[in-house]
């Protein structure tokens, strides 16, 4: 049967089309063997799992003279993951053979783009200019019309695509598009084709969307008998149209040599079973594989400082453990027990301390709101403003603090020795409560860093507040009344020379590593893991997922998005770009 392509025509850029089941991708295999029977070099993207028939003869026996070896799936020669995108890519590159890349098994379409974002990426970087057959199987999956994120992966993967389709010529790319719904792929994209092999199309919609292509190439009334004909197309029947080579004909195609591992069996028929692939011998591209991995780790600078930050982060942890089993020795398991209720029991009455002291805090807030309301006058005549309030601050007797010693307790039948009055209630002589003075001090910790002032978030983590409490906010404005704080522009907080004269301040300017321990004071262990991470490629941002790899967390599990969550929020970390984490310059004076 004669070819409706010429051989020339092969190595234009194609556009396949039709429905499911047209026989579109049957006959663009049937393309891909006339090129492998060329020995011209082709890369099929398939996301569906179904161009493994390659390998095979019809007869689905028999090995088929074609060596190409497949990347991923469930006939695999060599594995595939989602973050192997860029390794593969680049061998795939080097290579002298074809390849099949077979995504059916990522899961996800997200898993699937992030693969050939990078794929396509390292393809592109590394190609040297020696033609190269592209098949992008289902392309509207990679180069869709519709966008519902500008900046996300997919935008960028659409970029790559237009990159591949426009300007790929001169690094020897000739991409052919497959899709059954060219409604649905970019028209950017799917105009830069030089030819289009269209069969069986039953939309309007789909029909139209090949028509501005169509008719800039032909007469209307052309245009129109072609688009009247597509809906009734047989199957394997095609309409081929490639204008430079002056070729526009209708006809079937010829069947295929391959084994026709895309063909779905009708109701009641027996699918036929292949039998499995006769191994390739593919040595030489694992050790390629291995060769581009190894290096690639070698050069990655992120990936060496995480993991010496990591392990430093180790050592610190074993030294610790072995200083605390020093300690421990020797001593008696009777011994160990009391420790351990001491211990509860002073906790448990300081907590209960703390949560009394930060009530009699709330009450006096509420107090100083009844006095000012109480000495506002009742008419205008004769105003006078109302003491301030640091006069009713230094005028007003305040409440006995709760100690430990003052809230009664159930007896205890276990013996336990006598807790230490809590001071964390104690106001000072100047009205300061420990929880204001922890602000002053915090602020005053912030300046020595050579800031003009300290941002309100940063002061709550280093006073153990949280920043949009209720008692936080007031405390501010309990220290500004007082004329201790003031606020040089939104959000910001600094000393006036009151507040600094009562502010405890560093001997030293505070390092960066000053700064780590002060936030692993407040932070848990799987926070600062992040931090540490991160602190240890700052300036460079680490992806999501591969953050999660460094620190031994699940970048899908709930724990760890709400960790950078809440260390987003305090300012330590942020998303410079999609899926992408940093340090701020907090972490570093």
Same mark, same amino acid.
């Given at each position: 049967m004669k070819q409706p392509i010429p051989d020339a025509g092969l190595d234009d850029r194609?556009?396949?089309?039709?429905? /499911?089941?047209?026989?579109?991708?049957?006959?663009?295999?049937?393309?891909?063997?006339?090129?492998?029977?060329?020995?011209? @070099?082709?890369?099929?993207?398939?996301?569906?799992?179904?161009?493994?028939?390659?390998?095979l003869l019809d007869d689905g026996k028999t090995a088929s003279p074609f060596d190409v070896a497949i990347f991923g799936g469930q006939r695999a020669d060599l594995p595939l993951t989602e973050h192997a995108g860029a390794l593969i890519g680049e061998t795939v590159a080097g290579m002298k053979e074809s390849a099949i890349l077979d995504l059916s098994e990522l899961g996800t379409k997200a898993s699937e783009?992030?693969?050939?974002?990078?794929?396509?990426?390292?393809?592109?970087?590394?190609?040297?200019?020696?033609?190269?057959?592209?098949?992008?199987?289902?392309?509207?999956?990679? /180069?869709? &019309?519709?966008?519902?994120?500008?900046?996300?992966?997919?935008?960028k993967l659409l970029g790559m695509m237009e990159t591949i389709v426009r300007r790929g010529r001169i690094k020897g790319f000739i991409p052919w598009l497959i899709t059954q719904r060219p409604a649905v792929l970019s028209k950017d994209v799917l105009s830069q084709v030089d030819?289009?092999?269209?069969?069986?199309?039953?939309?309007?919609?789909? @029909?139209?969307?090949?028509?501005?292509?169509?008719?800039?190439?032909?007469?209307?009334? @052309?245009? $129109?008998?072609?688009?009247?004909?597509l809906p009734t197309m047989p199957v394997g029947h095609g309409l081929v149209w490639i204008p430079g080579r002056g070729v526009l004909e209708s006809s079937p195609f010829p069947p295929k040599i391959t084994f026709d591992s895309s063909r779905?069996?009708?109701?009641?028929?027996?699918k036929l079973k292949a039998t499995a692939l006769e191994p390739l011998d593919v040595a030489g591209l694992k050790d390629k594989l291995a /060769?581009?991995?190894?290096?690639t780790k070698a050069n990655d600078p992120k990936a060496l400082k995480a993991q010496v930050a990591a392990k430093d982060k180790r050592i610190a942890?074993?030294?610790?453990?072995?200083?605390?089993?020093?300690? &421990? $020795?020797?001593?008696?398991?009777?011994?160990?027990?009391?420790?351990?209720?001491?211990?509860?029991?002073?906790?448990h009455e300081a907590g209960v301390t703390i949560t009394c002291n930060k009530a009699i805090e709330i009450l006096n807030g509420v107090v100083a709101g009844i006095e000012i309301m109480r000495d506002r006058p009742s008419k205008p005549d004769g105003y006078t403003a109302p003491p301030s309030s640091e006069f009713r601050e230094q005028h007003r007797a305040a409440p006995p603090a709760l100690t430990s010693k003052s809230i009664s307790h159930a007896p205890q039948q276990t013996a336990r020795r006598e807790a230490?009055? /809590?001071?964390?209630?104690?106001?000072?002589?100047?009205?300061?409560?420990?929880?204001?003075?922890?602000?002053?001090?915090?602020?005053?910790?912030?300046?020595?860093?050579?800031?003009?002032?300290?941002?309100?978030?940063?002061?709550?983590?280093?006073a153990g507040a949280s920043a949009s409490s209720g008692a936080y906010k007031n405390n501010l404005g309990s220290l500004r009344s007082a004329g201790l704080i003031d606020y040089p522009k939104p959000g910001m907080l600094a000393l006036t020379d009151a507040g600094a004269g009562l502010a405890n301040h560093p001997d030293a300017a505070p390092t960066h590593q000053d700064?780590?321990?002060?936030?692993?004071?407040?932070?848990?262990?799987?926070?600062?893991?992040?931090?540490?991470?991160?602190?240890?490629?700052?300036?460079?941002?680490?992806?999501?997922?591969?953050?999660?790899?460094?620190?031994?967390?699940?970048?899908?599990?709930?724990?760890?998005?709400?960790?950078?969550?809440?260390?987003?929020?305090?300012g330590v970390i942020d998303y410079p770009a999609q899926g992408q984490v940093v340090a701020t310059e907090r972490l570093f004076p």
């Open positions: 194609l556009g396949y089309v039709g429905t /499911a089941g047209s026989g579109k991708t049957y006959n663009a295999m049937s393309r891909v063997e006339r090129l492998l029977k060329r020995r011209a @070099r082709v890369v099929i993207v398939d996301p569906l799992g179904v161009w493994w028939g390659l390998r783009r992030r693969f050939m974002l990078a794929f396509l990426t390292a393809l592109y970087k590394n190609a040297n200019g020696e033609p190269v057959h592209v098949i992008f199987d289902e392309a509207d999956m990679w /180069a869709p &019309q519709r966008l519902l994120d500008k900046e996300g992966e997919a935008a030819g289009l092999v269209a069969f069986k199309l039953t939309s309007s919609q789909d @029909r139209d969307a090949i028509g501005d292509w169509v008719q800039g190439q032909a007469d209307k009334a @052309r245009w $129109r008998e072609i688009w009247s004909d779905t069996p009708k109701r009641g028929e027996r /060769a581009v991995e190894a290096q942890e074993l030294e610790k453990d072995l200083e605390r089993a020093k300690t &421990q $020795r020797g001593v008696s398991a009777s011994e160990r027990q009391k420790m351990h209720r001491e211990s509860y029991d002073d906790g230490a009055p /809590a001071r964390d209630g104690v106001a000072s002589a100047e009205g300061i409560t420990p929880a204001k003075q922890k602000i002053l001090d915090a602020i005053a910790w912030v300046l020595s860093l050579g800031q003009g002032a300290a941002d309100k978030t940063t002061v709550a983590i280093l700064v780590m321990a002060k936030l692993a004071e407040r932070f848990p262990p799987a926070q600062m893991r992040i931090l540490e991470a991160l602190a240890a490629i700052y300036p460079n941002a680490a992806g999501k997922e591969e953050l999660a790899d460094w620190i031994g967390a699940s970048s899908s599990s709930g724990a760890y998005k709400n960790n950078l969550g809440r260390l987003r929020s305090f």
